[in-house]
């Protein structure tokens, strides 16, 4: 029915850059808000950034200026671009599908496999 593929995670050096995409397919409709949630071992999950159908972003405190969301509605797809990464950015990267008007706190929904991204030297 809804299936959410993650792609672009890896191993980068301090200060590298890289960016994450995840594609929609089946029963999407437009009017979904999409993001993403990363969870780092020993912690809980934690939404990193999120973008309704309309545009409006939302960021962690941890990521702004460093990370930006955009979307392809056309495509159904998601993106993170992460720049300056840092050792702390290092998770299990989970994209998320769900209706605009949820509070982003809330980390419900549909969601991708997870794509690992590890930042060290």
């Known amino acids: 029915q809804v299936q959410l593929v993650e792609s672009g995670g890896g191993l980068v050096q301090p200060g590298g850059s890289l960016r994450l995409s995840c594609a929609a397919s089946g029963s999407i409709f437009s009017i979904n808000a999409m993001g993403w949630y990363r969870q780092a071992p020993g912690k809980q999950r934690e939404l990193v950034a999120g973008i309704t159908h309309g545009g409006i972003t939302n960021y962690a405190d941890s990521v702004k200026g460093r990370f930006t969301i955009s979307r392809d509605n056309a495509k159904n797809t998601v993106y993170l671009q992460m720049n300056s990464l840092k050792s702390e950015d290092t998770a299990v990267y989970y994209c998320?599908?769900?209706?605009?008007?949820?509070?982003?706190?809330?980390?419900?929904?549909?969601w991708g496999q997870g794509t690992q991204v590890t930042v060290s030297s």
């Open positions: 998320n599908v769900r209706n605009d008007g949820i509070p982003w706190r809330f980390a419900t929904g549909y």
